[in-house]
């Protein structure tokens, strides 16, 4: 059952959103682990999925952080934000050239997904444990689609539109640099916590930035969840 997204001011230029809650597809937990042919799957695998499945989507809790930043200088790898903040990544001149603000965000499903998929574990039952946690990765994708479709909404009356998603621990961004994304939100009591390794905690969670470029700009990526 889908809820009302809600978004509220939390500290200074901080804001959250509440993406809405919508059932998570069991086809595509099946289809994500492995089962090209639906028919074939087995009754005991399959009731186990659905199971699974429906206590994703009544668990997770989404919710993001996000706040605008001015672009103090964006050259070639190079991005340094007017809070004294700097990153770098080759993607940056290629994806950033023409924003003049960016908008970074941290997004959580919260912590009883994660806890849950804990105590399967600990009961010895693997596969309930997989197939809920394949469902919460799926609850994480629908709610990024989400956050995105909500600030495009919110930044398009602006003039201005969402970039591509870049985000710390993809292929083109080091992970090392969740340290400095999470300082931008350090006056804000935050629902996820970042770990020595830079993982977050809880697990079903999100970082990474959108730059905000103007409508009338030259594409430089396109929209992403």
């Not at 937990?29 to 186990?48: E, F, K, M, P």
Request: hydrophobic share 40%.
């Amino acid at each position: 059952m889908a809820g009302e997204p809600r978004c509220v001011v939390v500290s200074g230029d901080c804001e959250t959103f509440n993406p809405p809650k919508s059932e998570i597809s069991l086809d595509n937990v099946l289809r994500v682990q492995g089962y090209r042919d639906l028919s074939a799957v087995r009754d005991d695998v399959r009731n186990i999925a659905t199971t699974m499945t429906a206590k994703a989507s009544a668990l997770v809790a989404p919710t993001a952080t996000f706040r605008r930043v001015p672009v103090e200088s964006c050259e070639g790898a190079s991005l340094r934000l007017s809070t004294g903040t700097s990153f770098k990544a080759e993607v940056f001149g290629q994806v950033l050239r023409h924003c003049d603000y960016v908008l970074p965000f941290i997004l959580t499903l919260g912590e009883a997904l994660d806890d849950e998929v804990g105590q399967l574990l600990e009961k010895g039952e693997i596969v309930e444990a997989l197939f809920l946690e394949t469902a919460g990765w799926l609850g994480i994708e629908q709610s990024s689609r989400e956050l995105a479709i909500y600030l495009q909404e919110q930044i398009k009356k602006d003039g201005l539109c969402l970039t591509r998603r870049l985000g710390p621990g993809y292929k083109e961004w080091d992970l090392l640099e969740q340290k400095p994304l999470f300082e931008l939100f350090s006056d804000t009591k935050l629902p996820v916590r970042l770990l020595e390794s830079c993982a977050m905690f809880p697990k079903k969670s999100r970082s990474g930035l959108y730059g905000l470029r103007p409508l009338s700009s030259p594409r430089s990526g396109s929209l992403a969840n």
